[in-house]
């Protein structure tokens, strides 16, 4: 097995909606092949910041000034950190793991339980010599990806090479198909394996999105984390929810319990809800999804799509891409590969998987899509897939164009005549962006917390990638 294999990026540098569903990201203008990094005057956290905030990208905010002095003190820690330097404190650790046997405890003139205690101690300098990552927390809006990537994006230069920034779904995804590849090559501790592997590749791991809504990834995650802490990783992770709030519902969840305290205590946890919601800042916006399905827009649409594609002569149909081995059809792209174009139906209608969207976005800097109806319970799996195209798109900052039957904020209304009672959750959703219950959708469509806040999230990107400054990311301006 060899590296992780992952989608880079660009970097995100405007405060808004940050949410992810998939995909690795790395360094601004970069895709495909690992994380590079590129030499910058603004070589730590709080320097990118300021000069982020005196160029206008960014509006001084003192609470994220106060998260960004954290984010800067571990990239300080990390300018003279050397895991390899851990590794005389794992032979101290492996001397003294099994028990001897009694003539060497004589002979040696020491006994197991001082042995033990020689271990306890190694154990423990190892662990204080290896910086303590970040776990961020907060609601949509407020900003954690942007402050994670300029962690990323400044990591020191002596690690930039071993640095990896992903979505949290995407990296677990990538463990699974690895700890497979182990099993079948007759591995008899697969995560073992792929744990090493790991450690091997990288150092400093930045995960977007941290969350717990399978059985599989509850079971592993506190090995896992435990065994890439002991290998000398350094972790900073975003997430929507507090560590005690995480797997909240989940089947089996005490067996979760102990990864929950591994991250209180392995990292510092540090919340970001200020009270202000980036997303509602104002922006300067561009044109990009069109609405309602008139004649008017479809013109404007179709003239935006024939001079994106290069011309329609050049449009190539049923292009093939390929998901882990399985052909993945384009109905309409340009010749030099940059631009696709997909109807609502051919997107969303299909059976398509995370693993297809992330291939899309990676592949395509522009992607149009027409005919997009108001999604109701009618359509529900369809609406679930468009949210994760929809973030994919964001974490990949492709650049979006749409054709809608309804404004963006209207897209996930319910017209359903089943309206049930607006529950807590979908109450907290609406007042995070300003919604109504008309706009929610008061039945079922959205009835778990996860599907709400992905809800959410969707909406908020859908009208960021709106702003100029979205569209300014990701043409590379």
Excluded at 229 to 242: C, E, K, L, P, Y
Excluded at 378 to 389: E, G, H, L, M, S
Aim: charged share 25%; net charge negative.
């Amino acid at each position: 097995m060899g590296r992780i294999s992952g989608r880079v990026y660009s970097t995100h540098t405007t405060l808004s909606a940050e949410e992810t569903e998939d995909g690795y990201a790395g360094e601004e203008g970069s895709r495909g092949g690992n994380t590079p990094h590129t030499a910058s005057s603004t070589n730590t956290p709080i320097e990118k910041y300021k000069d982020l905030v005196k160029t206008g990208v960014l509006n001084a905010d003192s609470h994220q000034s106060r998260v960004i002095a954290r984010l800067n003190d571990l990239h300080c820690e990390l300018t003279t950190y050397n895991p390899s330097a851990l590794f005389a404190l794992d032979s101290r650790i492996s001397a003294s793991t099994a028990p001897l046997p009694w003539w060497k405890r004589v002979i040696g003139g020491k006994s197991q339980a001082l042995l033990d205690s020689e271990r306890a101690q190694a154990i423990e300098d190892k662990r204080s010599r290896i910086p303590h990552g970040l776990y961020l927390y907060g609601d949509v809006g407020t900003g954690k990806s942007m402050l994670m990537d300029l962690f990323h994006n400044t990591v020191p230069s002596h690690l930039r090479d071993r640095a990896q920034r992903w979505h949290f779904h995407a990296f677990m995804q990538s463990v699974h198909k690895r700890i497979h590849v182990a099993r079948v090559a007759g591995s008899s501790d697969p995560l073992a394996d792929v744990i090493e592997l790991l450690a091997q590749e990288c150092t400093v791991l930045s995960f977007d999105e941290f969350q717990v809504v399978d059985i599989v990834d509850a079971m592993i995650l506190r090995r896992l984390f435990d065994g890439l802490i002991d290998r000398g990783v350094v972790a900073v992770m975003t997430s929507n929810r507090h560590p005690d709030e995480l797997y909240a519902n989940g089947i089996q969840r005490d067996s979760f319990l102990p990864c929950i305290s591994l991250l209180k205590t392995a990292f510092d946890v540090v919340s970001l809800n200020s009270g202000t919601d980036y997303r509602k800042l104002p922006r300067a916006s561009t044109k990009v999804y069109f609405s309602p399905i008139d004649s008017a827009n479809r013109t404007e649409f179709e003239k935006m799509w024939e001079a994106t594609a290069d011309a329609t002569p050049d449009v190539i149909h049923n292009r093939e891409l390929h998901v882990w081995g399985r052909p993945l059809r384009i109905p309409l792209s340009s010749s030099d590969g940059n631009v696709a174009r997909f109807s609502f139906s051919q997107l969303c209608g299909m059976p398509l998987s995370a693993a297809d969207y992330l291939e899309i976005v990676a592949t395509f800097n522009t992607i149009f899509v027409d005919d997009i109806p108001q999604l109701s319970l009618n359509v529900k799996d369809q609406a679930r897939r468009f949210i994760t195209f929809i973030d994919a798109a964001y974490e990949s900052k492709a650049r979006l164009l749409l054709l809608s039957q309804v404004p963006i904020e209207a897209i996930f209304a319910d017209e359903s005549s089943n309206a049930g009672e607006i529950t807590d959750v979908m109450r907290s959703a609406m007042d995070d962006l300003g919604l109504n219950a008309d706009t929610v959708g008061a039945s079922s469509m959205f009835t778990g917390q996860e599907e709400v806040f992905a809800f959410a999230r969707a909406v908020s990107r859908l009208s960021e990638m709106s702003s100029r400054q979205y569209a300014e990311l990701s043409s590379g301006v």
